[in-house]
């Protein structure tokens, strides 16, 4: 086996660019004489140049040292110019060879067969040096792409792993403002369900009391879906904190140590107008937030743009509550109306979010009402509120169809009322 030859740096004029300009060129081919003169063309080209006498060569050098070009001989002994692009192609290295085959024959039937076969061009001898010159132009630029594409590649592959790391942790922070499941208020129960459609979702659930005897229970949808959905969600669950009574808006100090619940269409309209003051901000949001006095069964909600929330009687009749009524954030100075109802000992009521009325069925329906109401009979013999949730999300899994995912979150709130 004939050793490769390398010729030494040429002297061209200045090169503009990046540092990794196409610049290394291999020249196979049987004939010394003919490699030679190829060599000196190409150097005055302006590129570096190596030889190889045979394909067997060639494979040897480039796995030691890829060159950016390859210019075969079709027809050498042993492994030809096509078998040897072939083989190149099949090395899957990731560096990309740029490969010229150069054939004495220009019939269509063999440049097809020279590019079906992994060539990237074909010249015909004998070789004509300003064809070879624009031939090897052209496959620097295609070189440059394509690592300009590589290098774009990596930075969005690097941008994509840090963003994921970025929503992983956000998604974290979200479910952390449903730090439980399960909250006990006296004899009832609020249980409560976040399944974003997404790594992070714009819709929040939750419940908090004040003390003597009452409840206040929201879910709220944020316009949109993604990062800036969830964002807001954040932020509306600082309006309606259980933990820090004083910054809630929906509580008011009466005295040093009592606090009581504000009528659900006053907070509507407070969330209104913190939105509204906020310069910028295009999101909305839906709400159905409701107080409860735990010791009457007395409900007071206000349904701004979110779907009807569900009574579920302990006689087995359903009833949907509200009364419509624009969103939170949508239009300034809204106006909100609230609707009362009465709970009675082993009564639910279920806030939920329009991920189920809306989830698309498979004979392109919607679930709908009537739907939601069907799942929540076939979830009703669950006394666990917790397990009557999983249950529901699980029928309308069901119903959707196997591997379907959701397009939009699912979320809800169920108040157990125990009198």
Known sequence: MTAPVRHADPDPPAREGRADVPR????????????RLLAKLVVRAGYRVAEAASAEAALDL???????????????????G??????LREERTGYYIYFILMTSRSEKAEVAQGIDGGADDLLTKPVDPAELRARLAAGARILRME??????????????????????????????????????????????????????????????????????????????????????????????????????????RRFERFFSLRPPAEVARLLNDRLAADKGVEEYFTM????????????????AGHPYPLILRASGAYEFMGAGGLPVGL????????????????????????????????????LGEAGLRRLAA??????????????????????????????????????????
């Open 62 to 80: 480039c796995r030691q040292a890829p060159p950016d070009m390859v210019v075969s001989d079709w027809l050498m002994p042993g492994l030809d």
């Open 331 to 366: 239009v300034p100075n809204a106006q909100f109306e609230e609707v009362e109802a009465r709970l009675a000992p082993g009564d639910r009521l279920l806030l939920h979010s329009d991920g189920f009325t809306e989830a698309q069925l498979p004979c392109g329906r919607m």
């Open 82 to 87: 096509l078998a040897l692009c072939r083989a």
């Open 378 to 419: 076939r979830a009703a013999p669950r006394e666990s509120g917790r397990d009557f949730l999983d249950d529901l999300l699980r029928e309308l899994r069901r119903e959707m169809g196997p591997g379907v995912a959701a397009e939009d979150d699912l979320s809800a709130a169920l108040l157990d009322y125990r009198g």
């Open 24 to 35: 290394d060129v291999l020249i196979v081919g049987e004939s010394r004489v003919q490699r």
């Open 288 to 303: 159905a937030y409701a107080t409860v006095d735990l010791r009457s069964g007395r409900v007071r909600l206000v349904q």
């Open 147 to 252: 690592r300009d594409l590589s290098d774009t590649l990596a930075e969005l592959c690097a941008a994509k792993s840090a963003l994921d790391a970025d929503l992983e942790q956000a998604r974290k922070i979200q479910r952390s403002l449903v730090p439980e499941r399960t909250h006990r208020f006296g004899r009832s129960e609020v249980n409560l369900l976040f399944q974003p459609c997404g790594q992070v979702g714009g819709d929040l659930v939750g419940a908090f009391s004040p003390g003597h005897g009452t409840l206040g229970l929201y879910a709220i949808d944020v316009s949109g879906h993604g990062i800036t959905s969830a964002l807001m969600a954040a932020r509306v669950s600082g309006y309606l904190s259980g933990e820090f009574l004083d910054q809630n808006l929906a509580v008011t």
